[in-house]
């Protein structure tokens, strides 16, 4: 989804229970980095929970960066965004 400013959000990524650890989850995040600085976009932002702890782990590991809420999801704990140079 494509946000005023140019900015990308990310509102969905799932990897199979399975395939989980394998570094699928980081390489969808960055073939998604890729094409937003296709599309011309400056950032990405994305929210989380809590509970998924390697989710947040991986989004810092990335270089996304926990700031101030961008939205009101009931569900959201943790809000991220990351420059695209």
Same mark, same amino acid.
């Given at each position: 989804?494509?946000?005023?400013?140019?900015? #990308?959000?990310?509102?969905?990524?799932?990897?199979?229970?399975?395939?989980? #650890?394998? #570094?699928?989850?980081?390489?969808?995040?960055? @073939?998604?980095?890729?094409?937003?600085?296709?599309?011309?976009?400056?950032?990405?932002?994305?929210?989380?929970?809590?509970?998924?702890?390697?989710?947040?782990?991986?989004?810092?590991?990335? #270089?996304?960066?926990?700031?101030?809420?961008?939205?009101?999801?009931?569900?959201?704990?943790?809000?991220?965004?990351? @420059?695209?140079?």
């Amino acid at each position: 989804m494509v946000r005023p400013g140019d900015i #990308g959000e990310v509102t969905r990524v799932f990897v199979k229970p399975a395939a989980r #650890g394998r #570094g699928g989850g980081r390489l969808l995040m960055k @073939e998604m980095e890729h094409k937003s600085r296709e599309l011309g976009l400056h950032a990405l932002r994305l929210d989380t929970r809590t509970d998924l702890v390697e989710a947040r782990s991986l989004n810092e590991s990335l #270089g996304y960066i926990e700031g101030e809420a961008h939205n009101t999801d009931p569900y959201a704990n943790h809000w991220f965004r990351k @420059e695209l140079a």
